[in-house]
């Protein structure tokens, strides 16, 4: 389920064979386990930076937190529960404190009290995206794109890592803040790490960005140390666009031994990575 605060331990659900009871279990090693919390209920689990988690069960919100020095757990019922957020369809992350869901039909939800009140639902329009309007109108359009993934957070940052059916693997985030009443969209763009560098004849730069950035928007250009422009690799990168991302060779055999800088931009974004040419 997640490891420790202190990063010491593993804490893992083991559901029992005899009574399918499920119990909490923490291990130092992840080969042997001992008992933290027994009889915990089912239903999807939210952990908050490894100090406790939320049971969103069938029949109500537990709250559970975990003892200093990982060696006991307790558990609270903090409300009942309508349901909504206990099975599988639907994901849910700590955004610092801010508990954060998706449920079936897209709806984006924050809580400030673990889960048992929420506010929303919070317009986003990656969201929007992903339940665009589909072929069969009969079928809810966030049911027809076999939406699946995982949430996870850094900071008030939520990420959405997803697989629709027939689409490439996605990556979304959005900033979810206490007393907004919109997720501000976040468009990024990435320039990796160039390979091989040190560069000798050539070296590949792949550049990848997020699902709103037009690939029309985005240059790739190659600086000297003193800013100078040496190539413009921009229309290489759109010639090979392959989903959300593409990657272009950089040819140095002309150019002078030293440091380069590899930077690519779109719609006020700048990423950039250094390349060392030598021979």
């Given at each position: ?24 279990l ?53 409300c ?61 359009p ?17 990420f ?15 900033k ?23 560069a ?16 029309a928007?985005?240059?790739?250009k ?46 006020g ?11």
């Amino acid at each position: 389920v997640c490891v420790s605060a202190d990063s010491s331990s593993f804490i893992a659900a083991g559901t029992r064979k005899v009574d399918k009871g499920i119990d909490l279990l923490i291990s130092d090693d992840g080969l042997s386990w001992n008992m933290l919390l027994k009889d915990v209920p089912s239903g999807r689990r939210v952990v908050n930076k490894g100090r406790m988690m939320v049971v969103f069960s069938s029949d109500g919100t537990y709250r559970i937190d975990f003892g200093s020095g990982n060696s006991s757990a307790s558990m609270t019922r903090l409300c009942d529960s309508d349901g909504a957020d206990s099975g599988t369809n639907g994901m849910s992350c700590f955004a610092n404190d801010l508990l954060v869901t998706i449920r079936k039909r897209g709806e984006l939800l924050y809580s400030k009290d673990s889960g048992c009140t929420f506010t929303g639902p919070v317009r986003d329009p990656l969201l929007d995206y992903m339940r665009r309007p589909a072929t069969d109108t009969t079928v809810d359009p966030f049911e027809q794109t076999r939406y699946s993934g995982q949430m996870f957070s850094i900071g008030s940052y939520v990420f959405i890592a997803t697989k629709p059916a027939g689409v490439l693997d996605l990556i979304f985030k959005g900033k979810v803040l206490s007393g907004t009443t919109s997720v501000d969209e976040v468009i990024d763009i990435y320039t990796n790490p160039p390979y091989p560098n040190p560069a000798n004849q050539s070296t590949a730069i792949r550049v990848a960005w997020f699902l709103t950035v037009p690939p029309a928007t985005i240059s790739l250009k190659i600086y000297d140390q003193i800013g100078q422009e040496v190539r413009d690799l921009s229309a290489d990168l759109r010639r090979n666009v392959e989903g959300h991302a593409s990657t272009v060779t950089l040819y140095v055999s002309d150019l002078p031994n030293g440091i380069y800088y590899a930077v690519s931009r779109a719609v006020g974004q700048t990423s950039t990575q250094q390349i060392v040419v030598q021979r």
